[in-house]
Structures are given as C-alpha cells and as structure tokens.
C-alpha cells in the first residue's frame, strides 16, 4: 500500500503544496530573498519530499547532509514569518504542521478522491502514515529552531 499512496500523493504535489500554503498563510519573501523565489514554497517541498522518504521507510539522520539538509523552518523564520506574528496560538511550527496535515488529508476526501482509489480502511491507514512522517519531521525542526529558547511562551522550551 506505501507504494501506492506514495505515487497518489506525487500525482497530487502540487495540490497538496499550493493547499498548504494557502492554508499557512505565510506572508511573501522581503528583500533579498524575495529575489531568491518563494522561500515558504521551497520549504514546503523539502518536507513534501521527506515526508514521502519517511513513508517509504528512508530516514535521514538530520545534521548530515540529504534530504534534512536541504531547507529547514530555521531557514524561513525572521525571512518570511516569525513566531508569536498573526500564527496559530503563536508559532508558526504548530501552524505548518497543522495545515500541512489538511492540505495531505485533503485529497483523501470524497469530493477530491472520485474514482475511490483509497477505501475507509486505506484513507485512515494512510492518513496515520502521513500524520506520523509529519510529526517526526515537525519534532525534528522544533529540536532546532531558533526561536524556541528566544521565546519565553514556546511549549517546545525544556526546562
């Protein structure tokens, strides 16, 4: 089944990305980056592709170089968005996690899956697999943020 719905959610990337950000409502690149392309865009795609990786069973030892080192959320964060700035309780991980798990889920539905590809037991095995491969890699950026011990509110601070 990983097979499958591996190649069901690269026919739908582009979807499920333009969703995500939509979903997010990260604001545009300023200055320099700007120049660079969409930085939000790009890093919605690199998780996009390691959640695939984690699906199909690869994993990627972050701090090394692969599919972890290509753009992390410390990438994007005082670029594009920040935490506790119109974010989602205030902290634009929860709120990238969270709309990233609407916009996969999204073409689980019924209106968007019309040929039924996936059944109930299926939607639901595969929406545990993404929302598993979506906590790792959202646990893994939240390890590394730099704004975690910058804000004093951050649920993410070990104290």
């Not at 097979?3 to 604001?27: A, C, F, M």
């Not at 992390?72 to 005082?78: P, R, S």
């Not at 906590?135 to 704004?147: K, L, V």
Request: with cysteine.
């Amino acid at each position: 089944m990983n097979k499958r719905l591996v190649g069901y959610l690269q026919d739908n990337r582009d979807h499920i990305i333009e969703d995500w950000l939509t979903e997010s409502e990260l604001p545009a690149p300023v200055g320099a980056q700007a120049a660079n392309g969409s930085v939000p865009v790009a890093f919605l795609e690199s998780v996009f592709d390691r959640v695939l990786n984690r699906i199909k069973g690869k994993t990627c030892k972050c701090g090394g170089t692969g599919e972890c080192a290509k753009l992390k959320l410390g990438d994007i964060l005082g670029v594009t968005c920040a935490c506790q700035t119109y974010r989602l309780r205030g902290h634009v991980c929860l709120e990238l996690h969270e709309a990233g798990a609407r916009a996969f889920m999204g073409i689980f539905s019924d209106t968007w899956d019309i040929q039924g590809e996936f059944n109930e037991l299926d939607r639901e095995a595969s929406m545990k697999l993404i929302g598993e491969a979506l906590d790792w890699i959202f646990s893994q950026e939240i390890f590394r943020c730099p704004q975690r011990t910058e804000n004093e509110d951050c649920p993410f601070i070990l104290n």
